[in-house]
């Protein structure tokens, strides 16, 4: 059983920048992909970005050069790196990682007023 857990979320002005972590409870250098996805009030969940094992990312279009995925393996540790953040990037940010099963973080809330 994998856990995760995510952090750095919180309050931000528009165009301001956060990074979240998500730390997990197992070596992700064996993970096939990890990702960050969110859930903003009254919509699907959605993807953010992917970094799979080949350190390939993947990113939704609506953050493609404002969002940077990237990981710390020595650290098991997943990170995103959100610049220029816009009202509507506001959700509850959720870290996933996927083995045999995927694997879900508990989420952190991350507000941009603007």
């Known amino acids: 059983q994998v856990q995760l857990v995510e952090s750095g979320g919180g309050l931000v002005q528009a165009g301001g920048s956060l990074r979240l972590s998500c730390a997990a409870s197992?070596?992700?250098?064996?993970?096939?992909?990890l990702g960050w996805y969110r859930q903003a009030d009254g919509k699907q969940r959605e993807m953010v970005a992917r970094?799979?094992?080949?350190?390939?990312?993947y990113y939704a279009d609506s953050v493609k050069g404002r969002f940077t995925i990237s990981r710390d393996n020595a650290k098991n540790t997943v990170y995103l790196q959100m610049n220029s953040l816009k009202p509507e990037d506001t959700a509850v940010y959720y870290c996933r990682a996927d083995l045999v099963g995927v694997y879900w973080g508990q989420g952190t809330q991350v507000t941009v007023s603007s």
């Open positions: 970094i799979y094992r080949s350190d390939n990312t």
């Open positions: 197992d070596n992700i250098f064996s993970f096939n992909a």
